[in-house]
């Protein structure tokens, strides 16, 4: 075993937290693949993205109060084991319904890393460094999706898109490995609580009654569901409708998630200095800028990749800076039932995107305006959130000062 605070251990859990950006980008490029394979259309192609995001997203609200219940590590092993599994099974799908169905088993497996992967910071780093932490592993993560369409593309070209889900059944593989054999268990003693539905319903509630998390979430869930516009539209706008081959995609898909790198470093390293909610602030209004500025010029049909790459990689630096802070704030206040807290937020956070790619997917009619449209609006939707959750501090503040409620004690 290794200490949990190593570089290792934090390289470890990067890792795991990237399972769900890898099964999502990695087989982008191969959507026009899968249309011709399956004789699917796009709405049939996109379900399987969709489905994905709804299974990621019910798994965690499961996920979270067993790790708390019964420890990360044993948890998190067996989603590893059921994501590998069910990552083989899918080489072998005959049909588009049946793939749909394994990327549902597979997103109940491989939601175990994210929402675990959060936990386990906010166990081992506590409540001021782990917005910290979580930036700079966003930025080691980003290196995973940055690759995964490039990788994915040329995998579909030489190999046919199953050798992309041979890929991620050896991802897998090596994650049950390194797990078992250098990861300690990082939940603090004591909070291994008997589960019951009661007092799961009655932690949930607890969250959703605390007004400064409900905000958190939502900041984190509508700049994450922009995020998720683009993936459920770009491959159809840039190979599709703009001509790009599926490996040049690849490389487009590459700057974008460099402006994702960009956001979290600038979090790493001002999340002390500025603090949580200053940088939200910024990052809010960033991502709302490259929101609508991508609209504007849909709106005004100028189409070049130009006009699609360049705004996203603004989103994305917005979206680099928001997420971290946002998932640090809203862990901060509950250290005894970090596990739940991750996983109503990741729920929700996932929710949100299925819904919101749903519709992208839905109408889209060939040109870049719905996901363009789509992505300003959750960029716009941040900064209100934003907004709302200053307006709510400014209010506790007041009341402090009159001697009413205590502040909520988030940083």
Same mark, same amino acid.
């Given at each position: 075993?290794?200490?949990?605070?190593?570089?290792?251990?934090?390289?470890?859990?990067?890792?795991?937290?990237?399972?769900?950006?890898?099964?999502? =980008?990695?087989?982008?490029?191969?959507?026009?693949?899968?249309?011709?394979?399956? =004789?699917?259309?796009?709405?049939?192609?996109?379900?399987?993205?969709?489905?994905?995001?709804?299974?990621?997203?019910?798994?965690?609200?499961?996920?979270?109060?067993?790790?708390?219940?019964?420890?990360?590590?044993?948890?998190?092993?067996?989603?590893?084991?059921?994501?590998?599994?069910?990552?083989?099974?899918?080489?072998?799908?005959?049909?588009?319904?049946?793939?749909?169905?394994?990327? $549902?088993?597979?997103?109940?497996?491989?939601?175990?890393?994210?929402?675990?992967?959060?936990? %386990?910071?906010? =166990?081992?780093?506590?409540?001021?460094?782990?917005?910290?932490?979580?930036?700079?592993?966003?930025?080691? *993560?980003?290196?995973?999706?940055?690759?995964?369409?490039?990788?994915?593309?040329?995998?579909?070209?030489?190999?046919?898109?199953?050798?992309?889900?041979?890929?991620?059944?050896?991802?897998?593989?090596?994650?049950?490995?390194?797990?078992?054999?250098?990861?300690?268990?990082?939940?603090?003693?004591?909070?291994?609580?008997?589960?019951?539905?009661?007092?799961? $319903?009655?932690?949930?509630?607890?969250?959703?009654?605390?007004?400064?998390?409900?905000?958190?979430?939502?900041?984190?869930?509508?700049?994450?569901?922009?995020?998720?516009?683009?993936?459920?539209?770009?491959?159809?706008?840039?190979? =599709?409708?703009?001509?790009?081959?599926?490996?040049?995609?690849?490389?487009?898909?590459?700057?974008?998630?460099?402006?994702?790198?960009?956001?979290?470093?600038?979090?790493?390293?001002?999340?002390?200095?500025?603090?949580?909610?200053?940088?939200?602030?910024?990052?809010?209004?960033?991502?709302?800028?490259?929101?609508?500025?991508?609209?504007?010029?849909?709106?005004?049909?100028? +189409? +070049?990749?130009?006009?699609?790459?360049?705004?996203? %990689?603004?989103?994305?630096?917005?979206?680099?800076?928001?997420?971290?802070?946002? %998932?640090?704030?809203?862990?901060? #206040?509950?250290? +005894?039932?970090?596990?739940?807290?991750?996983?109503?937020?990741?729920?929700?956070?996932?929710?949100?995107?299925?819904?919101?790619?749903? $519709?992208?997917?839905?109408?889209?009619?060939?040109?870049?305006?719905?996901?363009?449209?789509?992505?300003? $609006? *959750?960029?716009?939707?941040?900064?209100?959130?934003?907004?709302?959750?200053?307006?709510?501090?400014?209010?506790?503040?007041?009341?402090?000062?009159?001697?009413?409620?205590? #502040?909520?004690?988030?940083?």
């Amino acid at each position: 075993m290794i200490s949990p605070k190593s570089l290792l251990a934090t390289g470890i859990i990067a890792s795991l937290v990237a399972i769900g950006p890898l099964s999502t =980008d990695m087989y982008l490029p191969a959507f026009p693949a899968l249309m011709q394979s399956f =004789d699917a259309d796009i709405n049939q192609v996109q379900h399987t993205l969709s489905i994905f995001l709804i299974g990621f997203a019910l798994a965690q609200l499961i996920y979270g109060p067993l790790s708390d219940r019964f420890g990360r590590k044993p948890v998190l092993m067996a989603g590893l084991l059921l994501f590998l599994l069910s990552s083989l099974a899918i080489v072998f799908a005959e049909s588009i319904a049946t793939l749909s169905s394994l990327r $549902l088993l597979q997103a109940i497996g491989g939601s175990a890393g994210p929402v675990l992967g959060r936990a %386990m910071v906010r =166990d081992i780093h506590g409540p001021r460094d782990s917005a910290r932490l979580l930036s700079y592993i966003g930025t080691a *993560m980003a290196v995973a999706p940055a690759a995964a369409p490039i990788i994915g593309g040329y995998l579909t070209v030489w190999f046919g898109w199953q050798s992309i889900f041979l890929f991620l059944t050896a991802y897998g593989v090596v994650g049950v490995m390194l797990l078992g054999m250098r990861i300690p268990e990082t939940a603090p003693p004591g909070s291994h609580h008997i589960m019951t539905i009661g007092n799961l $319903l009655k932690n949930y509630g607890i969250l959703l009654k605390h007004p400064t998390w409900r905000w958190y979430t939502l900041t984190c869930s509508f700049v994450f569901a922009g995020l998720f516009s683009f993936l459920s539209g770009s491959s159809f706008v840039i190979i =599709d409708f703009l001509g790009f081959k599926e490996e040049q995609f690849g490389l487009f898909f590459a700057l974008v998630v460099g402006g994702f790198m960009i956001g979290t470093l600038i979090g790493g390293r001002l999340a002390r200095s500025v603090g949580i909610k200053r940088l939200l602030g910024y990052g809010s209004v960033v991502a709302a800028t490259g929101g609508v500025s991508m609209l504007a010029f849909a709106l005004a049909e100028v +189409h +070049h990749v130009a006009v699609i790459v360049l705004p996203q %990689m603004i989103y994305m630096i917005g979206v680099g800076i928001v997420m971290p802070q946002s %998932m640090a704030g809203a862990l901060a #206040p509950f250290p +005894h039932m970090a596990g739940t807290a991750s996983a109503l937020l990741g729920f929700i956070q996932m929710s949100v995107a299925a819904g919101v790619g749903v $519709l992208v997917g839905h109408y889209h009619d060939g040109s870049p305006l719905s996901m363009s449209l789509s992505i300003a $609006l *959750m960029g716009i939707f941040t900064l209100i959130s934003f907004l709302r959750l200053r307006r709510i501090d400014h209010e506790e503040e007041d009341d402090n000062e009159d001697g009413g409620v205590e #502040p909520s004690g988030i940083l």
